[in-house]
């Protein structure tokens, strides 16, 4: 496999102030768009749990909303031609 058909994943909880992002809908609506795949939210915690490349973690963690972020688990993903 070549290294252009992998993408390094990491699976991680955000903790998040959604009063600094305009209420959690529109702090879950603006995480997707940097990339995280959303799998779960605790919305009395304010914590949101998902997977996303890990070229993008450092751009979620800038997000003024985002107080914590943790990586739980990273992988490789691989790409597999059509068949």
């Known amino acids: 496999m070549n290294s252009s058909d992998e993408l390094e994943m990491v699976e991680v909880e955000v903790v998040v102030d959604a009063s600094r992002g ?13 990339g995280l795949v959303v799998q779960q939210v605790d ?5 949101i749990c998902g997977e996303l490349a890990s070229d993008r ?27």
Request: overall charge positive.
């Open 43 to 47: 919305r009395v915690n304010g914590m």
């Open 57 to 83: 973690l450092s751009a979620l963690k800038k997000y003024p909303a985002v107080t914590y972020v943790r990586v739980i688990f990273a992988w490789i993903a691989e790409s597999h031609p059509a068949a």
């Open 22 to 34: 305009g209420g959690l809908e529109a702090v879950i609506a603006s995480i997707t768009k940097m």
